[in-house]
């Protein structure tokens, strides 16, 4: 029998999807799936006619493999990974290929990396983003590990994986846990993308009483400008739903939201790594909220409902003037908003490459996030042609294109905050983007009396503005400190 040109673990939803994607490119395949049943019904259903072929072992899989064998894992991340890792590498030969596809940590994969070059297998772990329909028809892929490897799956790769204007939304990212890490922060800003349209529209809901067939409207027109995106689409089209009795089908679904904990890896390395990567922490901790139904009911009842219009200023608020301004306002408080977000993100993927040693492309992987992916928009674009005019770029909103339209926005965005606080609507995200907006464009924060507070009770010590960077003062505040302080600072 014809060697497959690459295996693959796990047939669950996103492993049977890309395994079909590769079979459509003209790639054989070798499937296993620790339950032998579930093997054999993908064999004989979807994957029936095709360049698939079942095994129901370990040992099957791989000698059914051409050489330089390319094993990818499609499993739960974390031991499960280990555990496969384990079972295969007696099985491999020197130069052989294991890709880990899941949502891995990238501590993980680094060592992952770094042990098995060892033992003289490759290791590539690679994010992969899209979902169901992203890993069946052109997904976001972003390889990272052995640099040796990727010649190995390159083709591959960019074969399946989304195209967006003739290129592969496919590029390798770097050494170690660059891919997974790369993927963490997509992660994180999609957690940024999604709190931010649901407080849009609790604004719309809450504050302007607008009809769910209104807004979805709303979002469809806001779909064909700066917000055009994959998930302003389908915000729309959820908005638009109703429920078999004709009620809006969004509104019968329990308001508590789920994690999966790449957002909150996100935030914790940005804590780790001292990034104020503060809207996407909001959004991390307003789905926690969310998950405290039953104390949110009791507190309601007790502390009282956010303030809610009355009906002639709700009349008002849907007057086609007052309306249409404060729905520019929205929309310009989200398109900022969503700036700050990314802006945050690629801090945060700055500063990991200069802890970690990695060279990142960032147009790259905006280019990589142009389609397939769940964060897929437009907007990317302007990215990427930001760090194509300056590949060092510290920060997106020093970016010509990203200030004017921080500029333009800016007075909605203020209005849009505004009115969220005066009707009592949470709007964490919107508020927190502003508040990092208004701190890093200001020259002379407070922190010199927090500075001065540390020292005063703790003779941590402090730079002075009219002296060297880098040389360190303590005063005797109270006159009974003493002269001795206790170190430095960090950042």
Request: with cysteine.
């Amino acid at each position: 029998m014809e060697k497959a040109d690459i295996g693959l673990i796990g047939l669950a939803v996103m492993g049977q999807n890309l395994v079909l994607n590769m079979a459509d490119h003209g790639y054989r395949v070798a499937v296993y799936n620790r339950s032998t049943e579930r093997v054999d019904a993908f064999v004989e259903g979807p994957a029936k006619g095709k360049a698939i072929q079942g095994c129901h072992s370990l040992e099957d899989l791989v000698a059914s493999l051409a050489q330089p064998r390319k094993v990818m894992l499609m499993v739960k991340a974390g031991a499960v990974v280990d555990q496969f890792i384990e079972r295969l590498v007696p099985l491999l030969d020197p130069g052989d290929v294991i890709i880990d596809g899941g949502n891995s940590h990238y501590p993980d994969s680094t060592r992952r990396t770094r042990e098995l070059r060892e033992r003289g297998l490759r290791f590539i772990g690679t994010g992969i983003s899209g979902g169901e329909e992203g890993a069946r028809h052109g997904p976001s892929i972003m390889p990272g590990g052995d640099p040796e490897a990727w010649p190995l799956v390159k083709e591959i790769f960019q074969s399946i994986a989304a195209q967006v204007e003739g290129e592969p939304c496919c590029q390798w990212v770097g050494p170690d846990g660059a891919g997974h890490f790369v993927k963490m922060v997509h992660n994180g800003i999609e957690y940024g993308d999604m709190q931010l349209i649901t407080e849009a529209y609790a604004l719309m809901d809450r504050a302007l009483g607008m009809d769910h067939d209104a807004m979805a409207a709303v979002f469809a027109e806001w779909n064909t400008g700066v917000l055009d995106s994959y998930l302003i689409e389908i915000t729309a089209e959820i908005l638009a739903t109703k429920d078999t009795d004709g009620a809006p089908l969004v509104t019968r679904i329990l308001d508590t939201a789920g994690q999966k904990g790449t957002g909150k890896w996100t935030g914790i390395s940005a804590l780790e790594l001292g990034v104020p990567l503060t809207l996407i922490g909001e959004a991390v901790f307003a789905r926690v909220l969310s998950s405290l139904k039953d104390e949110r009911v009791r507190a309601a009842e007790v502390l009282g409902r956010p303030q809610r219009p009355t009906e002639a200023a709700g009349e008002t608020a849907r007057a086609a003037g007052a309306s249409q301004e404060t729905l520019e306002a929205l929309r310009d408080a989200l398109y900022a908003s969503k700036i700050i977000s990314y802006a945050q993100g690629f801090m945060l993927m700055r500063e990991a490459a200069r802890v970690q040693g990695w060279t990142l492309d960032y147009g790259s992987v905006a280019l990589m996030w142009r389609g397939g992916c769940i964060i897929r928009s437009a907007f990317l674009k302007d990215i990427k042609a930001a760090y194509d005019q300056d590949p060092q770029l510290q920060n997106l909103v020093l970016n010509g294109f990203f200030t004017d339209a921080l500029k333009q926005a800016e007075a909605g965005w203020r209005r849009a905050v505004i009115l969220a606080i005066e009707q009592g609507v949470a709007t964490p995200a919107f508020a927190s983007a502003l508040a990092y907006f208004d701190g890093y464009r200001t020259a002379q924060l407070p922190a010199s009396l927090l500075q001065a507070q540390r020292d005063y009770f703790g003779a941590h010590s402090y730079e002075r503005v009219d002296r060297e960077r880098g040389v360190f003062f303590h005063t005797d505040w109270t006159g009974r400190g003493g002269d001795v302080a206790s170190s430095t600072y960090e950042a």
